[in-house]
């Protein structure tokens, strides 16, 4: 499962507890701006022979910036891409994936089912994702979605069903 999937099951939760929100512009905002401070500043300096290379510079470099600020702004505006929000308060859930290997696909199953967060995290991780742990989350944990899969025969399956845990009780 990759975050736009869990996204969308999180999005079909009763009382609307997750909902879509739009990303924030500041970035793409600071990226125009940075570029057309590189144009004006190429357009400043003297059109003498010891700036040519320092003004190509400045116009490829802003240009570019320039043209990536507007396109992600366009995207961000227009664009069907959203965060995840939670609560009244719409905190903006953040995404975690933990590997372990595949000795300890019991031991992480029975921990989600427990929802034993403390012993989770006690398990030792791995590079390779034998097992492999997605969630969303707000940053103080008052609220986890939670699933396991695990790699078998060139493909993902799931090892447990989707757990939701909402301010100690479950979903």
């Known amino acids: 499962m990759n975050k736009n999937q869990m996204a969308e099951l999180l999005y079909a939760l009763p009382d609307g507890v997750v909902v879509k929100g739009r990303k924030s512009k500041v970035v793409p905002l600071c990226l125009t701006l940075a570029g057309v401070v590189l144009l004006v500043v190429n357009g400043l300096l003297p059109a003498t022979a010891g700036y040519e290379d320092l003004k190509s510079a400045l116009?490829?470099?802003?240009?570019?910036?320039?043209?990536?600020?507007?396109?992600?702004?366009?995207?961000?505006?227009?664009?069907?891409?959203?965060?995840?929000?939670?609560?009244?308060?719409?905190?903006?859930?953040?995404?975690?994936?933990?590997?372990?290997?595949?000795?300890?696909?019991?031991?992480?199953a029975d921990c989600l089912t427990r929802?034993?967060?403390a012993r989770l995290r006690s398990i030792a991780q791995s590079q390779v994702p034998a097992i492999r742990l997605v969630a969303y989350h707000t940053p103080d944990e008052g609220f986890v979605a939670c699933q396991a899969f695990e790699y078998v025969e060139l493909e993902e399956?799931?090892?447990?069903e989707l757990h939701i845990v909402r301010s100690g009780h479950e979903a």
């Open 59 to 108: 116009v490829l470099f802003g240009g570019v910036i320039f043209a990536t600020g507007v396109l992600l702004l366009l995207v961000r505006l227009f664009g069907d891409s959203g965060v995840p929000l939670y609560g009244e308060n719409r905190v903006p859930l953040v995404w975690s994936e933990r590997y372990y290997p595949k000795s300890a696909a019991s031991a992480v």
């Open 157 to 160: 399956r799931p090892l447990t």
């Open 115 to 117: 929802h034993d967060w």
